[in-house]
């Protein structure tokens, strides 16, 4: 699996006319060799040339773990002792000035020490060799985004018992957090949003304590097998508040019409406009205040990015969220949420709860 | 507090030359105006300028956040939308071809599209205008140091109860995790080496089970109110391995010595070397194979670098680690070490229990 990768970022680096990609301590570097570096002031950096064994600059504390990780199966070690200089280093694996593609997380001090070692060279985005190979999920890629998927959804089908009336944000959230890491390797987030924290999109948990009559967004994922997970879902407490009821129904309207949008050859732009068009004939469109999805896999954001302005054409292999939300500033929110795949045939939902909100208490 | 460190901020841009200093989500943001922005692919930027009022450019989605920080008392949002582009605005604050200092993990990506948006600048690295700032802790600083380092005492204090015999690692580094939280926002990490995996200085905890005759490095540390505690200590199950007496002993004279050479005017590698004499004339030196230290405060890893070559002087109000470590592959590791500070006397440890092994079991 990673030799292919390897081998697909070279041939992206060749056509792109590009001499090597550099990867620090990032997803990127999982994905290239299946090594979870620590990002230290210690630099690690991966350098893929576009001929050639790949280099691991490595601290020589580092070795264990490199090992550990299986990644020198793929690239030869080029560790580096307490006083030396890993610039240096560098500078002699590229071997002179050049067309170099930095990943897009490296740490600006790195990068900046190395367009001052090695000057006279240009210097790109990473992603310009790394957007081709992520975006398109292979095979098996997609049975892990499958089954992180089915594994999240187990979870919702467990929170509405933990919403009860008296508990706060943050106890709930403790509990689908264990739910979380009983089939995942790792909790990414838990956002239990009640009443008006579920207007901040981005609300994690608090101390609100739960009230009958509340509505309570649920956005929760995790990571599994080195894939990450993220579905929402609303609850009520007992009852809806009132003008909920048909919000909701909206907003799974809109969802519906993203999610049906999906095809090969459509753009991204037109999958946010889907939703979009919905929420905003309905009157709700100023309160639609994000964009209606971003990609998934080894990342739980990267590319593709469902937002209006991005007129990437869908492709066979490329997934991401659907998530249009409506918030209503001091009084509630609601978002729905689903990961879908794009087929040859059309689309693939990953994430397959009912998505009418849940009574919960 | 904040508006002192954004003038002194401003001060070391206009002694250096240099136009603006541009920083993301990381600890130097909050060091500088209090916000704990998320590491996001929504572009969060603060510009100080050399003169006038420093701008935050926040995407829309982040305002709540951003002033729920405080930050907005010293600081004008430019808040984006999801549909713009954040680096056009960056561009227009800067307002044209300059010299900027780029905070050090702003990721690659951000300052590739700022340096390509901005052409004709120069692009210097944020710790010229950081350093300076961060290396010399003010009186609350070191008070805020010298409470963290009480409270991980109090943590080292309870752990020779945990390492029974039959438990794992990973067990006892659960245990001692919950420790950290009581008195600690946050547990930065965790390492309990026993027998062979001691050897391993940045072994985390694994599955191995502790037995009679193990030597353990407990190596833990946390944030509280902002800043971090990191101690190190050794302990044994029920009694020591052959040959470990000794080695401890060597152990515990470098350590004191690098302490004791402590003081202002003194060099970083100096202490380096004071520690690694020690142990090199007993005949361990190709077994400390790491540097002496390094510095903390509201990062665990910050300058000064304690470590041969560098000749920086230390002056009164710096902090950092003295942790020489000595390590016996295959058998066991042990590893000493206090954060101390350097004043204008000499020298104050701010972890003070006893530095010998303690027996546990």
């Known amino acids: 699996m990673f030799s292919d990768r390897l081998e697909r970022a070279r041939t992206q680096l060749q056509t792109k006319g590009i001499d090597a990609l550099l990867v ?4 990127d570097l999982r994905y290239l060799v299946g090594y979870e570096a620590l990002p230290l002031e210690r630099l690690t950096l991966l350098i893929v040339p576009a001929e050639g064994v790949p280099q691991l600059v490595t601290p020589e504390l580092e070795i264990a773990r490199a090992q550990d990780s299986g990644a020198t199966r793929f690239v030869e070690l080029r560790p580096w002792g307490e006083t030396e200089d890993p610039i240096a280093i560098v500078r002699d694996v590229l071997g ?3 067309t170099f593609a930095v990943q897009d997380r490296l740490w600006s001090s790195f990068t900046l020490q190395l367009q001052d070692a090695v000057e006279g060279s240009t210097w790109v985005p990473g992603t310009q060799v790394m957007r081709e190979l992520r975006i398109i999920k292979t095979p098996e890629e997609r049975e892990l985004l499958r089954e992180v998927g089915a594994a999240i959804d187990r979870v919702h089908a467990q929170v509405a018992a933990l919403l009860r009336p008296g508990r706060r944000e943050r106890e709930a959230g403790r509990d689908i957090a264990e739910l979380i890491r009983e ?3 790792e909790v990414n987030f838990v956002i239990v949003g009640s009443g008006p924290n579920g207007a901040s999109p981005h609300h994690e948990t608090g101390d609100r304590i739960l009230e009958e009559g509340d509505a309570v967004v649920v956005d929760i994922g995790g990571t599994r097998q080195g894939y990450c997970s993220d579905c929402t879902r609303n609850y009520v407490v007992g ?3 009132e003008g909920y009821d048909e919000l909701h129904n909206v907003l799974e309207a809109a969802q519906a019409a993203a999610v049906q949008a999906v095809a090969p050859g459509v753009t991204a732009e037109s999958i946010d406009a889907a939703a979009r068009d919905v929420i905003t004939e309905a009157g709700y469109g100023e309160r639609f205040i994000h ?13 593709p990015w469902i937002v209006a302005g991005n007129d990437l054409e869908l492709r066979d292999g490329m997934a991401f969220s659907i998530e249009p939300g409506i918030y209503v500033p ?3 929110g609601a978002r729905i949420e689903d990961i879908v795949l794009v087929t040859s045939g059309g689309v693939e939902n990953l ?3 009912p998505r009418g909100f849940v009574v919960a208490g």
Request: aromatic share 4%.
């Open 291 to 303: 964009r209606t999805g971003h990609g998934i896999g080894v990342e739980e954001h990267e590319e």
């Open 351 to 353: 994430n397959n709860r």
């Open 96 to 98: 002179g000035p050049g």
């Open 183 to 185: 089939d995942h390797d």
């Open 330 to 332: 001091d009084r509630y």
């Open 239 to 241: 009852h809806p508040p």
């Open 24 to 27: 620090g301590p990032s997803a």
